[in-house]
Nanobody, 121 residues
Framework: EVQLVESGGGLVQAGGSLRLPCAASGFRFDDYAIGWFRQAPGKEREGVICTGSSDGSAYVTDSVKGRFTASTDNAKNTAYLQMNSLKPEDTAVYYC??????????????WGQGTHITVSS
């Protein structure tokens, strides 16, 4: 059974930091790019950042450049989203997702259940 399980969500003050782990199982982690998406209330889901692709498809959306970084630990089958200098507009449900070999801003093969982040001003 394929699983992606995010954790580490919660409430944080503006300017603070959070790190979200995403534990993967049930598929060959090394073969997949890991993307992070978010969906704010009343808005469409957007691709935030993606890493681990086999080509140049990795990306970081402009609104989080310089603040968010993504990484993977293949030995642990775990991906991480490090979020610094958080802003109220970062409030959203965050999802990790796995795409075979290449990053996509719009879709993925497997999805986590999401974790909610609220940034207070």
């Amino acid at each position: 059974e394929v699983q992606l399980v995010e954790s580490g969500g919660g409430l944080v003050q503006a300017g603070g930091s959070l790190r979200l782990p995403c534990a993967a199982s049930g598929f060959r982690f090394d073969d997949y790019a890991i993307g992070w998406f978010r969906q704010a209330p009343g808005k469409e889901r957007e691709g935030v950042i993606c890493t681990g692709s086999s080509d140049g498809s990795a990306y970081v959306t402009d609104s989080v450049k310089g603040r968010f970084t993504a990484s993977t630990d293949n030995a642990k089958n775990t991906a991480y989203l490090q979020m610094n200098s958080l802003k109220p507009e970062d409030t959203a449900v965050y999802y990790c997702a796995a795409s075979f070999r290449y990053c996509s801003r719009y879709s993925a093969d497997y999805w986590g259940q999401g974790t909610h982040i609220t940034v207070s001003s």
